[in-house]
């Protein structure tokens, strides 16, 4: 499709020929609908688009794309904007590319265990679907009841199981992409093995909307675990809920989920979900072993000796599947439960090798009390990744000026030890100016040059990640 | 907070998938007006108008974000800002809010001379001739869903103050409500049987003004503290063990008076007094321990519960109602699948948005036919009187009633009074 050029340059009246250029495509551009779009899941970030647009397919995608390579328009593209690092927050005038309408599950192959879905479709249904053929898919972001399948991919979601299961990257096998030129593009396939040329696929992976536009995902699904066993240990100091962690680990036992919640946080969920949490506790592991009935056994056994070994007061072991469900669900919601302390909840996303949990869990306390400032902690401290969270009023400018002090010193010990400045929200913008100190100038140096090959005029997402280019 | 968990709970997100129709996208849009990033306009207006009030959001919401007083506040906002107005939304507006809905008498009045033109066959010639071709469009939509008015009014079959056989235990209030008082005065009347039947003094006043919950949700703010200054004249809320409502809309209101008339010198203390005591029937009887009936000959019935919104989301009751159902003898509680999702009803939602509704209805009656059920039992007139269209429309013989009737027909048949 060739377009002409916007002769006025003005932004103003480009939805109404994106409507006539791309047939059948839902733009909306009223004031209402535009505010409705500012914003994703992330405090305190707040950017008007232009116009928000509802592609029903990969064509529709394609042609949005060529007008906006043709305009130099920026694109912006969200799922149902549940990301924590403002990355889907658009910038201001741009296009936002909104794919929940394409949330068709295509396919599930239970012969070759894959299922292929587009990238608007919601994870719990993605989950669903392929528990409806007796499948599997582990990755279980906090959000997994909204957030989209592509807006995982995406960001390389996380979730609670990813201690054992690994992350949203290890269940992608193929990915559809609609490059900033519009060309419909297929990355990997159904093979378990193929090294033909470079893992273009994994670029994608956790690119957060800058390289291209995913819009159809296949992923690898994996038998389900034949049991589960869910305990909860309570403690009575951080710590030992750290070290409780390091030993597990060290015994060389993987259990799917290892969780944590300190006291502000029990509190919270609490207050929410009222299902029984201890709520004089200092520090909560929710630890789940799935697998064979046996090893499951006596999984649990051993991490139930360790955890007394290291200080828990009481193990609880959920004792029907039901409360075992609400317990993940419970500590699903803790996040968002914390923001019933303060008007702002500001997360973060620190993580640190394994080992080093009780020094990052000490610092996080230190760093809350030197700077006078509520911080709860939550996480998957099996994974090392924990989300240390401000509970400030961004309207507190002076209070603002020490959350922002503590962030960066929380994460320059995180990085200190070892680890990065985030486990599973990306960087987005909520972070860039932390990346060169995590991956170092020569990496940011190389991830510019893979955006420069793929997105030339810098059209997709910019300001994400690092600086757009000049 | 926008982490966006209520989006899955939303009815209108679920069906357009757009964010300006969620809990979130609605509260993001009256903080970008609050913060001058956004006007006050018509399609703000007819945002909040879309909402159906469900309050699914406020369940779902981690966080404890008060949807409906921001609601309430928005779409007073709305009237206040006079964006919607033209004169024949104003006059409708003003006939039903303003002097309808604060006239008890002029509404009975009404609601016996619908009675009069259904009971006469006036009603049924009406149909017959097709003379509601003659009607506007959307008033003949409507037509067909226009509730049956019962031949007596809570009034005439309740005393004013009516004492339990078996001594007294509790003195209670009963709030009659207007649509409840019209269409469902038989369950006014079970009602009052079933707390007598739990020991309480019933104390009913003949005459009751309406609590203001269609005012509050319709952004009359200032009527609607008017109707509860009435409403806590007529019951002194020192005077009662508790006040009941059977209706779940209203008792979602009810339960805010505190709120709504916090800055009013002479009512505040009373008002905060009212919240406390008044109590959801299911809840009252639950709370104080209600007599479970026992009946020998009692026919086995599949019954399922429909959850009114206002009820599970605005009152966070949900076991009472089931508790009461599993207590009666002979029925089988099957569990509805989505049971606490919106049937469209939403107070006066079904003739705002009738085609959303029409969908939410459409929904709710094909889960309730897949539960098997005979009876599908509610606590809210409103959604009663939908499921009641519902079924009809689908042409499926399926029995609704409420909790609270089912009690009362249960202690009946046990006792030869009543």
């Known amino acids: 499709m060739i377009v002409t050029a916007n002769p006025s340059g003005s932004e103003s009246f480009f939805p109404q020929q994106l409507r006539g250029c791309v047939p059948g495509l839902e733009v909306h551009d009223s004031p209402e609908q535009r505010a409705a779009y500012a914003y994703d899941g992330t405090a305190a970030l707040r950017a008007e688009p232009a116009a928000v647009v509802f592609p029903i397919d990969t064509a529709q995608v394609s042609g949005v794309l060529k007008f906006a390579t043709a305009r130099r328009i920026p694109v912006v593209t969200r799922g149902s904007g549940t990301g924590l690092s403002g990355g889907s927050v658009p910038v201001d005038g741009c296009l936002v590319l909104c794919l929940t309408k394409m949330n068709r599950i295509i396919e599930v192959d239970a012969e070759n265990l894959t299922l292929l879905a587009e990238a608007g479709a919601v994870t719990a249904d993605v989950a669903a679907a392929a528990a409806g053929v007796g499948l599997f898919y582990p990755p279980d972001p906090g959000s997994m009841k909204i957030s989209t399948i592509g807006g995982n991919v995406a960001e390389n979601s996380g979730g609670l199981r990813g201690l054992k299961y690994g992350v949203t990257r290890d269940y992608v096998m193929g990915l559809e992409v609609v490059l900033p030129d519009g060309e419909v593009m297929w990355t990997g396939n159904k093979c378990v093995k193929d090294v033909a040329g470079y893992t273009l696929r994994d670029l994608f992976i956790g690119s957060e909307g800058t390289l291209g536009i995913i819009t159809k995902v296949l992923l690898k699904l994996i038998p389900p675990p034949a049991a589960r066993k869910t305990m909860l240990a309570v403690y009575d100091n951080m710590e030992n809920a750290a070290r409780t962690v390091s030993a597990i680990i060290k015994a060389k036992i993987i259990p799917c989920t290892l969780e944590f919640l300190d006291k502000v946080t029990i509190n919270c969920v609490e207050d929410h979900a009222g299902i029984g949490l201890p709520r004089e506790a200092e520090a909560l592991l929710l630890i789940e072993s799935d697998g064979h009935p046996a090893a499951v056994e006596e999984e649990a056994a051993a991490m139930l000796a360790i955890a007394k070994a290291n200080g828990a007061g009481e193990v609880k072991i959920a004792a029907t599947a039901e409360e075992a469900a609400s317990l993940a669900a419970a500590r699903r919601t803790a996040f968002s439960a914390l923001a019933r302390v303060g008007p702002t909840t500001i997360l973060e996303d620190a993580t640190v090798p394994r080992n080093r949990l009780p020094e990052m869990v000490r610092c996080i306390q230190e760093t809350a009390r030197r700077h006078h400032l509520k911080i709860g902690t939550f996480g998957h401290m099996g994974d090392g990744n924990l989300h240390p969270t401000f509970l400030t009023n961004e309207k507190n400018k002076e209070e603002m000026h020490r959350v922002e002090l503590a962030m960066k010193e929380i994460f320059a010990r995180a990085i200190e030890l070892g680890g990065t400045i985030t486990g599973e929200h990306g960087v987005g913008l909520a972070k860039k100016d932390f990346l060169p100190a995590a991956v170092g100038e020569l990496n940011v140096g190389v991830m510019r040059s893979i955006k420069a090959a793929f997105d030339p005029q810098g059209i997709l997402n910019p300001g994400k990640i690092f600086d757009p280019l000049p | ?418």
Request: charged residues 20%; aromatic residues 6%.
């Open chain 2, 1 to 418: 907070m926008h982490c966006g968990m209520c989006l899955p709970t939303c009815p209108t997100y679920d069906l357009t998938k757009l964010e300006q129709h969620s809990p979130r996208g609605r509260i993001a849009l009256m903080r970008a007006i609050a913060d001058d990033h956004l006007e006050l306009g018509p399609a703000f207006g007819e945002e909040m108008s879309y909402c159906l009030g469900c309050l699914a959001c406020e369940t779902a919401c981690p966080a404890g974000v008060d949807y409906a007083h921001l609601f309430e506040v928005a779409r007073a906002d709305v009237e206040k800002s006079g964006v919607m107005d033209n004169p024949v939304r104003s006059s409708i507006r003003t006939a039903l809010l303003k002097i309808l809905f604060t006239h008890p008498r002029l509404l009975r009045l009404v609601g016996r001379m619908l009675w009069l033109y259904q009971a006469t066959g006036a009603q049924w010639l009406f149909r017959r001739l097709g003379l509601t071709r003659l009607l506007p469009a959307k008033l003949r939509k409507l037509e067909p869903i226009t509730p049956v008015v019962l031949p007596k009014f809570s009034h005439q079959l309740i005393r004013p103050v009516e004492k339990p056989a078996d001594g007294t235990r509790y003195r209670v209030g009963l709030l009659t409500g207007c649509v409840q008082d019209l269409v469902f005065a038989d369950i006014n009347r079970d009602t009052a049987d079933v707390l007598l039947a739990n020991g309480c003094e019933v104390v009913t006043p003949p005459v009751q003004p309406c609590c203001g919950s269609i005012h509050g949700h319709n952004g009359e703010h200032a009527v609607a503290q008017e109707m509860a200054r009435r409403m806590i004249d007529l019951f002194d809320p020192f005077a009662f063990d508790a006040i009941i409502t059977n209706a779940a809309g209203c008792g979602s209101h009810l339960k805010h008076y505190g709120r709504l008339l916090a800055d009013d010198r002479d009512y505040a203390v009373r008002a905060r007094e009212w919240d406390r005591k008044l109590k959801d029937v299911n809840e009252w009887l639950v709370e104080t321990g209600f007599r479970v009936p026992v009946s020998e000959a009692a026919e086995s019935q599949k019954v399922t519960y429909h959850e009114a919104c206002h009820l599970c989301h605005g009152q966070k009751i949900t076991r009472q109602p089931r508790e009461i159902l599993q207590a009666i003898p002979g029925v089988e509680l099957t569990e509805l699948p989505e049971s606490d999702w919106c049937c469209g009803s939403a107070g006066v939602y079904n003739i705002t948005q009738p085609e959303t509704a029409a969908i939410l209805q459409e929904r709710k009656v094909g889960k309730i036919a897949s539960t098997g059920a005979a009876v599908v039992a509610t606590c809210n007139p409103g959604c009663h009187l939908q499921l009641v269209n519902g079924m009809r429309q689908a042409g499926l013989d399926i029995r609704v009633t409420q909790p609270v009737t089912l009690l009362a027909r249960a202690y009946r048949a046990q006792s030869p009074r009543g």
